[in-house]
């Protein structure tokens, strides 16, 4: 990811809505929540939350996919671990030790079952 990308997506996660999306949608994992669920969840009227779903998949974290009639929009992987990486790059310095109470950290939200 470069510094332009990580930018939009910091601008993207910088309003509380959003960011509240967001979570909610790492939370849903890969199956993702039709746009009226999140909307509903979040308590925001449906074109407000359509806005912001459109700011975030503008920004790679999140995707889009038509199920019949409704829209589900999930993370994109792809982009959270770029975002990740980018701010993770210069961590350790060479040192890896630097970075390992970081890692630790986050092991054990990501491997719960």
């Known amino acids: 990811m470069d510094k332009t990308s990580a930018a939009r997506a910091f601008s993207a996660l910088a309003q509380e809505t959003r960011l509240d999306v967001f979570r909610m949608l790492v939370r849903a994992g ?3 929540m039709a746009a009226g669920d999140i909307a509903r969840a979040a308590g ?19 995707g889009a996919r038509r199920a019949g009639r409704s829209v589900i929009y ?7 671990r770029g975002l990740l ?4 790059e210069d961590c350790c310095q060479g040192r890896p030790e630097l970075c390992a109470p970081a890692i630790e950290t986050l092991m054990p939200a990501c491997c719960v079952p």
Do not use: K, Q, R, Y
Not at 50 to 55: F, Y
């Open 30 to 32: 890969s199956d993702g």
């Open 44 to 62: 925001v009227p449906h074109n407000t939350m359509s806005a912001h779903l459109s700011v975030l998949a503008n920004a790679g974290l999140v």
């Open 85 to 88: 990486a980018f701010l993770m």
């Open 74 to 80: 999930a993370i994109d992987f792809e982009g959270v």
